[in-house]
């Protein structure tokens, strides 16, 4: 084993009441050190009150543009008749392809009411349902890191050559069936194999916001309880692993 520095981060910060304070819970009495907000959420303002108690706690931006209202009206890439974004079924390919200058339009005032909410800048980027990471969306995705100097989620393949940060592999499989404390003490997924990684998550209680808006909501449940657990901890220390966040994530040149 290798692996000396993880990000246990938790995505959908401010979707709901329930996932929002579940994702506080899994920092206080877990292992989950970071989370992604999605500040076009009515539990946005909640959740950043709750953060700003737990400074430990990095907190990034979950980039939108399939679910909710977007925060800049007008754009007509990705907006149904209604204004809301287009969930990505909508699309003839399951995903959606915005006009860049919307796009960026649209992200750069997410980042901005991220900063209004928190009072600093956000950890680092990611997004929902991962439109970020689109090919033809990682030319904003990567304007806006340059912009505001911020690392990113990607996989490692995408890193542009003059990406100016250390790497954090995201190492995928804790979802759904997968959601499982083998996950961790086991190597099935390479986990073991990075110097640095991330986990991402999605714990949660379920209200009937949860239920009605995401197709994924009971595994949530199961992954709180396995980010809570002795042995997942116990694991954690035992491997003298050191649970931080994007804030760590340091320029290469420095």
Known sequence: MQLKKLIVNADD????????IATILAHEDGVLSSTTMMV???FADYGAKLAKKHPNLGVG?????TVGRPLVAGAKSYTDENGNFRRPKSYPDGHPHA???ELYTEWKAQIEKFIEIMGHKPTH????HHVHSQPDHLEVTMRLSKEYDLPVRLRPEQYPKDYPYQKAPMIRGFYDDQAALDYF??????????????V????????ERLLQMSS???????????????????WIKENNIELISFKKIKHLDE
């Not at 931006?61 to 543009?65: F, P, R």
């Not at 003490?185 to 991330?198: C, H, K, P, R, S």
């Not at 991402?200 to 209200?207: G, Q, R, S, V, Y």
């Open 185 to 198: 003490l086991t190597n099935q997924y390479g986990l073991w194999d990075q110097e640095i990684a991330e």
């Open 40 to 42: 076009n959420m009515p």
């Open 13 to 20: 910060f401010g979707m709901t009441e329930a996932n929002t």
């Open 216 to 234: 994924y909501t009971v595994p949530r449940t199961r992954e709180l309880a396995i980010l809570r657990s002795p042995e997942l901890k116990a």
């Open 61 to 65: 931006l979950h980039l939108v543009l």
């Open 125 to 128: 980027l990611d997004s929902h």
């Open 200 to 207: 991402m998550c999605h714990p949660a209680f379920l209200d």
């Open 99 to 101: 006009d860049l200058d």
